[in-house]
Structure formats: structure tokens, C-alpha cells
């Protein structure tokens, strides 16, 4: 029972620390912070000031014959009422400025995180879900470090202020309305856990309401065309209920809550001003006293049930703030050694793989990779064809340092790939991969995306290469032609030749062309083979190979299968020695005359 009870214990601190994570950020704005807590401050003590300038009134005003006295105690009032007023708008400014640049920092900082975490994490994350931590439980935490954390730092000032002046007003009443605050935030405290652990349930829901959507909205064309629209919108809308579900048991948690405070904190007043009612009467109390006390009582019943709705809210908002630090929390697989080695500002290119073996994450018991030894020459052309599977494209992950070997180890110019900064590793490299990335933005920029820096000119000269120049200059904006996103405005041809544009304009020492040519047409083919020519002269260069010309140039090619280099050699040795490349061509080109024809491969 002992162990039971600490690990309760232990969990409702854990409850606490999602909010806690987020106090760095509060520090940043010290001094915003200050000046809302005096204006906070200000505003509750004029407020407390406001039951006894009342009580003078009624008192003093109302019982005398003096009509100037009256007009001096009402212009007192107007008075606290504008100072009250303007502490309150100087308040709420402060303390929204606070939680709308929390927030703000809060998603830039989520965002930074996420663009650094290793790949692996993304082939099991989904973006969907990403996106809805940061947009929806960021906003649930803006409620909490804004309106929320303001009102309940002011209602707990009010309701200590407003017992305090209560016990003086009348200790025997206050008994009363003192004998409430117990049954009130027992249930407080337990509903609380309730909210947040519902809360949690419930944005849960709507991030994979989200997931969904992000799914199915990114790939609407394939959608439409096996006309999966009745399908897909009942799918999300089962989703959306479901959170909507989730939702409601949370929100029915609060408004029990709230309702049992408000009753509670209710039925004490009434007992109140009918017992004080009595006192005035039998002279035992003033009308102004009774007025007094009843007024800090109100404020006192007020802030309490105040607070039980704000405590719901810091609930929910703790729920989301435990989803950002499960991101935040997230150390990358691949980064940066506490001293990297620093690579040269133009390294050679030289390559080599040395008893590599890997496996993907989700199947362990499946290796891709199985000791795989490879030397590749700086300035050297290599070509890597293989069944899809074979692990062509795994060579191009651990190249990048997407990924990192599980035993063996892979070398650029002799430095192990571990030893470097990854940043460093990926400057040297240019890709240009089967499936392009085009960013919803304007071309220049798209083509610019490995050298931000780079000049108009520049621009202009990588696309001539890559023999993109005339389809840009024919858009109606040119080179700021915004293509939609994931560039869907534009023909698999067009997005690859931006995609060679960029690596033309990256200028880096090691190229890898994973299948560049494979979306062209014979045309556009040749003028692309020949703008690849003329970038790989002087690189290093790793070619997943389709394509016939690209594979007779190349130095040297190396056949994989199952994850291992099975043959190598020229593509007139290998054609000639009958095996897995000189099958591959003749699938491809159905023919008996191997040593004719050229290698052909599926991306793996």
C-alpha cells in the first residue's frame, strides 16, 4: 500500500512539472512580468478598498444632513473606480503580451526541435499530429501563461484579501462563509487530475483527427482519382467525434466543478446576510458593516468559484504543455559529437564503407545493409544499380547521416562520419533525389534552398545548366512564379530540374543522384544528362542508376542484392560475366545479347 501511495504522490507531482517547463520562458520578460504584477496587485487592492468606501457612504453619507459630505464620498468612489479601471487595462495588456509572446517563442522553439530530430523519428511520427501540438496545445498554453495565469494570480489575491477584511469586518460571520473554503477545494484538487487527464484524452483525439486530415489533404489528387471522398470524410468525421467526445467528458468534468463551487460558495452568502440581517435589526451591526462584509464576502465567493474555472483551464493547458516537453523531450539519433573534427572547406570527396551493416528501426530483424565494403575515389564516378530492396538507396540515408551504421563504419576523406558535425557532413553533399521536394514558394527560392545567399545571377546561371531557364522564363511571374505546395503545379520533369538546379547552385564536392533523370521525356533527358555531365566533373558522384547514359559513363558500377555488393566492375566486364546485371538489362530491354545493352535498376 506504501509503494502505491508514493507512486500516487509521485504522480500528481509529475502533474505540476509540464507547467513548470515553461517558467524559463516567463524569465526571459522579467521586467513585463513585474509591471503585471503590480498592475495585477493594484487592481485587487483598489478593489478590496471599494466594500469600506461603501460602508462610509451608507454610514456616514446617507445618515447625516451634510449633502457635500455625500457628494465628497461619491466623488471618492468615481475616483477608485477609474484608478480600478486603468490597473485592470494596464492588467490584462501586460499579461496577454506575456502569453501571446510565450506562445510564440514556446512554437518557434517546438518547431527548431523538430526540423533537428533525426529521420527515424519521422517514420514513425506522423506530421498531422506534429502540427496539431504545436498549433492547438500551444494556444491552450497561451490561455494558460495569459488570461488564465492572470486571473488566477488575481483571485487568489482577492480571495485572501477578502477574508482578511472579512475576519475584521465580523469574525462571527465570517466563521460562516470560512467553513465553506474546505468542502470547496477538496473536489477542487481531485476534479483537477480528472480535467487533465481528460483533457490530455481529448487533444489526443484531435491530433489524430489532424493526422488524418494532413494525410489525406496532401494526397487529394490520389484521393479523388479512386474516388475516396465518401470514405475519407466519414473517416474524419468518426475522428472528429471522437475527440469531440473526448472533449465533452472534460468539459462535463469542469462545469460539475464549477457548479458545485458556485452552490456552495452561494448557499454561504445567503446564510450570511440572513444571519447579519438579524444582527441589524436586534443593533447589533451597522447597515454599512453588513453591506461591507457582504460585498468581501461576495468578492471572496467570487474568487473562489473564479478559480475553480481558472483550475479546470491550467488543467487542460498543463495537459498540453505535457505534450510539447514529450517533443521537446526527444533527443536527435544523429547529431553533433561534443568536439567534432572539422572538415576541410573543400574536402576531397574521398569515400569509403567499411563492414557496414544497418537495419531500419521497425525491423530490426531485417537487415538492409550487411557488410558492406566499398572504396570510392575522390573525383570518381560510381553507379549503383539492384532490385528494389537491395538497399541502394540505404547507401544514400548513412552517406547523408540520416541514419547511422549499426556496426562498421563509413569515412569521408578518412574522417569518420560520427566525428563530424552533421551540418558540416551535409554542406559537402548535394542531392538530388527520385522524389523531389518542391516547397510551396516562389522558384528562385525553391532553387536557392541549399545557398540562401545566393545571388539573382546565380540563380539564373544554375538553371540555364540544369536547362530549366525556358520553362521559367515562359510562367506568368518568372523566377518568382510561386508552384503551390510540394510544387504541384509543375510536371515531374520541371520539379527535377529545379531539384538539379539546386544541387548545381549547392556546388558541394560529393553528388548523389538517386534515379535524377527517371521522370523525364527523351528531350528533356538529353539536355538534362548533358547539365549532369557537366556537374559531375571534378565530384565525387553516386548514381542510383535508370538511365543507359548515365551508367556507361559511369568509372565503376556495383551490383547489390539483399543488401550486399554482389558483382563489380565496367558495364562491358559486368555484361559479360552473365550474373544479376546482365539479367537486369535484359528485363529491361528484352534481349539475349547482354553485352549490348545497358543496366537497369528500381530505386531500393
Known sequence: ???????????????????????????????????????????????LVLPTAIRRVIDFGFGGDNPSLINAYFFVLFGVV?????????????????????????RADVFEHMTVLSPGFYDQAKSGEILSRLTADTTQIKSAFGASASLAMR?????????IMMVVTSPRLSVIVLVAIPVILIPLLGFGRSIRKRSRSAQDMLAAASAYAAEMLGAVRTLQAFTHETYAAAKFRNAA????????LATGARAVLTGFAIFVIGASVVAVLWIGASDVLAGRMTGGTLSQFLLYSILAAGSLASLSEVWGELSQAAGAAER???????????????????????PKGALA??????????????????????????????????????????????????????????????LDLRSLDPKDLRRAIALVPQDTAVFGTSIAENIAYGRPDASRNEIVAAAAAAHADTFITNLPDGYETAVGERGITLSGGQRQR????????????????????????????????????GLMQGRTTLVIAHRLATVLKADRIIVMEAGRIV?????????????????LARLQFNTDTPETTAPASQAG
Do not use: C
Open 353 to 414: 564503407f567499411n563492414g557496414v551493416s544497418f537495419a531500419y528501426d521497425g525491423a530490426k530483424d531485417m537487415p538492409v545493409l550487411n557488410g558492406v565494403d566499398l572504396t570510392i575515389e575522390p573525383g570518381e564516378t560510381l553507379a549503383v544499380v539492384g532490385p528494389s530492396g537491395a538497399g541502394k538507396s540505404t547507401l544514400f540515408h548513412l552517406l547523408m547521416r540520416f541514419y547511422d551504421p549499426k556496426s562498421g563504419q563509413i569515412t569521408l576523406d578518412g
Open 241 to 248: 467525434e471522437n475527440a469531440f467526445r473526448a472533449a465533452r
Open 1 to 47: 500500500m506504501s509503494s502505491d501511495n508514493n507512486e500516487k504522490t509521485a504522480r500528481s507531482r509529475r502533474s505540476l512539472r509540464p507547467l513548470a517547463r515553461l517558467l524559463p520562458y516567463l524569465k526571459r520578460h522579467r521586467r513585463m512580468t513585474v509591471a503585471a504584477l503590480v498592475a495585477l496587485v493594484s487592481a485587487a487592492a483598489i478593489t
Open 155 to 163: 483571485n487568489t489575491l482577492m480571495f485572501i484579501g477578502a477574508s
Open 498 to 533: 529545379i531539384a538539379i538546379a539546386r544541387a548545381i547552385l549547392k556546388d558541394a564536392p560529393v553528388l548523389l543522384l538517386d534515379e535524377a533523370t527517371s521522370a523525364l521525356d527523351a528531350e528533356s533527358e538529353k539536355l538534362v544528362q548533358d547539365a549532369l555531365d
Open 324 to 346: 510539447l516537453s514529450e517533443l521537446l523531450d526527444i533527443e536527435p539519433e544523429i547529431a553533433a559529437p561534443d568536439n567534432p573534427v572539422a572538415l576541410p572547406a573543400r
Open 82 to 106: 477609474a484608478a480600478l479601471a486603468v490597473a485592470s487595462g494596464v492588467r490584462y495588456f501586460l499579461v496577454m503580451w506575456i502569453g501571446e509572446r510565450i506562445v510564440a517563442e514556446v
Open 567 to 583: 558483382e563489380t566492375g565496367t558495364h562491358a566486364e559486368l555484361s559479360a560475366q552473365g550474373g544479376l546485371y546482365a539479367k
